[in-house]
């Protein structure tokens, strides 16, 4: 907070030390003949209008002497009349074709310029009110006629005032020498401020690409990138390139202040963002501040009536500068670097303001210390978040290699963990084998084949039977879902199966006793469907009973159709006190009893068709002259081609035939 006192200081003793317009002796330059001579300095001015004023024998050796650049207002407060401003150039004999060009700076407002008594040119009407020069710098050229080699000439300037704080010859520079090298001059100066221009929107077209392309800091990047082309327009209207295209000046510079209002707006957020700091009420204050400068702005059809707003405007940039000079200097107090560009890029603004005030007091050459200021700033600025960026993607990729070796790491776990799992399944495939029975049944008076597909390395499905030499009892089970845990309780059925018809043949005591266990060992709501039969041969008779499970088909001798024998009853494993009916049916010679389950019917094709109780019906009365096994082969071949290559459920077929 020091340093805004220490400002004002510099400005008075600046003020104290600069004599802006005294009397005696001056108002006089000598011109050389090659380059170019600067015609700043001590000029003789005096308010008022006559036209004895531009003549070259007029006595002004009492008007004041005055400082140029400088302004006349200072001299004469809130004059807005008409001024005189007169100086004596001596000339070499020659110089290039003998054309010299007369460069003035921004007067405010309009001139006239006569040399040697002879009108040369103006711009804008001295004597008219509403044709303005303002904020143009003027360029003359003085025939080689009009000049007199080694002697004094006059040149004689009239302007008229405009704004109600500034008058006469008060910016820009003042410049005398032959054609070609103030041309080049000229030139130059176009150059840097399209140098800048372009400067300041490669910056903004830099930062808002890359903040489409990030997700980080994108706030802090669109700021930059409307600041900085602000600037670019900013500087468009200030400079004298939109000479080049208009004679007009007021929409420039209309379009000047919005968008410096606008500028310092965004400035103030983008400084915000810098400083990871939220935006508070007084900063909302200051931009309602310059919401209302910029609504007088539009409303106020003169240039000379901005003034308020035009304070307004400042009071914000001061404010601006007092956040920016605390942020700094806490951040240097607690040595904080991380913003170290910043710091740099706001103590060249600020000394550069600290310049601008000496040139407004001529302790310094006269010189535009403020745009190279901002262009400072705005890559000190860039770079901080360039380096933010650098650090952030260093970041992202430090982060994205250690995730890379955990990933594979883990990737490494999880190979030799399937390779376990791998193992263990291959176990429990030769168990699941075991569950099937190792060959047919060896009564005589039947053909029996039996075939079982599981879609994983175990599945729920299963068959076994019980041989008594002169009956057999067959059993097909189906676990609802597959793979371990339908295994696991297949194995419980079988073990149950085998243990049940060790002690009675009945078939509803056996599914009882299944039942009970399956009860006390099903989880997660598993059941199991099946379906029980006996054949007895010598009695050329079938008994049978389902649990839910797809009827058998009965297939007689000489017919290829199928009848399903129903039985109804609920699955296994779902109520323990579940009762089991017994249903009987002859046998002849030659037929054929087919038990499956469900994995046959609700096989899918590629669009979803089942293939279904009918289809499989044909598909057995196609097979019907076949033998048992090559029956149960066609089958399969005939559901797998189905399913293009692709079943969705364990499947179990046991085709019997009767001898």
């Known amino acids: 907070m020091r340093i805004i006192p220490l400002l004002l200081i510099c400005s008075l003793l600046c003020a104290g030390c600069a004599d802006p317009h005294r009397e005696g002796a001056g108002a006089e330059f000598a011109v050389a003949p090659e380059g170019v001579s600067?015609?700043?300095?001590?000029?003789?001015a005096m308010k008022g209008d006559s036209p004895r004023y531009a003549l070259p024998d007029f006595d002004d050796s009492s008007w004041p002497l005055v400082r140029v650049p400088g302004n006349l207002m200072d001299r004469y407060p809130g004059y807005r009349g008409i001024a005189w401003y007169r100086a004596r150039i001596t000339m070499p004999w020659g110089g290039d074709d003998g054309r010299y060009l007369l460069q003035l700076g921004r007067i405010s407002d309009a001139d006239e310029l006569f040399v040697n008594g002879v009108p040369v040119g103006r711009t804008g009407d001295a004597g008219g009110a509403r044709s303005h020069g303002f904020d143009r710098t003027r360029g003359y050229l003085i025939p080689c006629g009009l000049l007199r080699a080694g002697e004094g000439n006059l040149l004689a300037v009239r302007v008229r005032g405009y704004l109600s704080d500034s008058l006469g010859m008060i910016w820009g520079e003042y410049l005398m020498g032959p054609h070609d090298a103030m041309r080049r001059l000229v030139f130059r100066g176009y150059a840097v401020d399209v140098l800048f221009i372009g400067i300041y929107l490669f910056i903004a077209v830099y930062f808002f690409i890359f903040s489409l392309m990030g997700r980080v800091v994108v706030p802090l990047q669109r700021y930059l990138a409307a600041f900085s082309t602000g600037l670019a327009v900013y500087i468009f209207c200030q400079s004298q390139i939109k000479y080049l295209f208009t004679d007009h000046f007021y929409f420039f510079h209309y379009v000047q202040y919005m968008v410096g209002i606008a500028g310092t707006c965004v400035f103030l957020l983008l400084f915000r963002s810098i400083f990871n700091s939220p935006v508070t009420r007084v900063d909302r204050g200051a931009m309602a501040a310059l919401a209302v400068a910029a609504a007088a702005v539009t409303i106020l059809p003169e240039i000379r009536d901005w003034t308020i707003p035009r304070l307004l405007w400042h009071a914000v940039v001061v404010y601006i500068a007092v956040i920016g000079v605390i942020h700094t200097v806490r951040s240097v107090l607690d040595r904080d670097w991380s913003r170290l560009y910043v710091y740099v890029g706001f103590s060249m603004i600020l000394a550069c303001v600290v310049m601008e005030i000496f040139r407004a007091n001529s302790v310094v050459p006269d010189f535009d210390y403020l745009k190279f200021g901002l262009i400072g700033m705005i890559v000190m600025i860039s770079f901080f978040i360039a380096r933010q960026l650098s650090s952030i993607q260093r970041m992202e990729e430090s982060i994205l290699l250690k995730l890379d070796r955990e990933v594979q790491e883990r990737n490494r776990e999880l190979v030799q963990r399937n390779r376990t799992i791998e193992d263990q399944l291959q176990i429990a495939r030769l168990i699941y084998d075991k569950l099937m029975p190792a060959g047919p049944p060896s009564l005589r008076g039947i053909d029996f084949s039996a075939a079982c597909v599981p879609i994983d390395t175990v599945g729920g499905d299963f068959y076994d039977y019980r041989d008594r030499g002169d009956s057999v009892t067959v059993f097909v089970g189906d676990v609802t879902g597959h793979g371990v845990p339908g295994a696991f309780l297949s194995l419980i059925a079988k073990i149950t199966f085998q243990h049940v018809q060790e002690e009675t043949r009945e078939i509803p005591e056996t599914l009882a006793a299944m039942n009970r266990v399956l009860c006390d060992s099903a989880v997660l709501s598993n059941f199991m469907t099946g379906i029980l039969c006996t054949i007895d041969v010598p009695g050329k008779r079938l008994l049978y009973s389902s649990a839910g499970h797809p009827p058998c088909l009965l297939m007689?001798?000489?017919?290829?159709?199928?009848?399903?024998?129903?039985?109804?009853?609920?699955?296994?494993?779902?109520?323990?006190?579940?009762?089991?009916?017994?249903?009987?049916?002859?046998?002849?010679?030659?037929?054929?009893?087919?038990?499956?389950?469900?994995?046959?019917?609700?096989?899918?094709?590629?669009?979803?068709?089942?293939?279904g109780e009918e289809r499989f019906a044909e598909v057995l009365g196609e097979c019907r002259s076949l033998k048992a096994a090559e029956c149960v082969q066609e089958v399969l071949r005939r559901i797998t081609d189905y399913g293009d290559g692709h079943i969705d459920d364990d499947i179990t077929l046991v085709v019997i035939d009767v001898q």
């Open 38 to 44: 600067s015609l700043e300095g001590e000029w003789r």
């Open 556 to 611: 007689r001798r000489g017919e290829g159709s199928c009848i399903p024998l129903l039985t109804k009853s609920i699955p296994l494993g779902l109520r323990r006190d579940q009762r089991f009916r017994q249903s009987e049916t002859g046998l002849g010679s030659g037929d054929r009893l087919v038990l499956y389950t469900d994995g046959i019917i609700e096989a899918a094709n590629e669009r979803g068709e089942l293939f």
